[in-house]
């Protein structure tokens, strides 16, 4: 049975809240991180069937442009979700949504994993986003495409199978939905380079280069947007120096 809708809205702006406390706390262990994403694969997925689905929100917005009526519910989640990534950058593709929250689980099975490339994956997600632009604009029925609304649809098989793959291939490539295919990662990318926070070094860095090397996405160079930062931590865990803390974008070292 799904939860009021209301419910994740509310899940949405307490948990960026909490997990950004616990950033700035440095509070935030592995253990912690594993509980807020199975919470939201559990509300934001399953027990409102994946109603934190941004790519339908998305394609209702944009569809409503097309055809001359925007639903203002959609819109409002649309700008709700944008907004949290002028705060706090991509916390909510990190932790929140259901899709990223299974992915990054998945992430956590195999240590050894396949990195693409940041500006081949934006390409590539570019390109996506332009098809879906092209022709997802156009197709009510793409708005049917939620791997977690499994309940009551004629598309059931195609959306299991279509979760089963993403997170089969989580087990192999970091997050693959979200650097390669998700439309709503690429405004993401683009609206969390002007976050107010996020994850900076700071004067006791001695530039060994283990957090690079420890971040799926290669995100905290000097001088970084952390446009593809998921805030999984890793970074915090490999630095030996207390060298990575939240703080604002003007304290980039």
Known sequence: MALPLIVGPLYMLATVAIVAI?????????????????????????????????????????????NGGINPQQAFKVVLILASSLIVGRLFCGYICPIGAAQELASKAIKRQIHI????????????????????????????????????????????????????????????????????????????????FRLNRNEKCIDCGACVKKCPTCQPYRGSAMSECYWCARCLKACRHNAIDFATRWQVI
């Open 22 to 66: 616990l950033f700035y706390m440095k509070k935030m262990s592995g253990r912690i991180a594993t509980l807020v994403l199975v919470a939201s694969l559990a509300v934001a997925g399953f027990l409102q069937w994946g109603f934190l689905d941004t790519t339908i929100y998305l394609h209702q917005v944009l569809y409503g442009i097309i």
């Open 117 to 196: 490339d940041v500006k081949l994956s934006e390409k590539v997600r570019a390109t996506f986003f332009l098809a879906f632009m092209a022709g997802g604009v156009g197709l009510a029925s793409l708005a049917h495409f939620n791997p977690f609304s499994l309940v009551s649809s004629w598309l059931f098989t195609f959306k299991l199978l279509a979760l089963i793959a993403i997170v089969a291939s989580s087990l192999f490539i970091y997050r693959p939905w979200c650097t390669l295919l998700c439309p709503f990662g690429l405004l993401m990318s683009l609206s969390s380079r002007l976050s107010l």
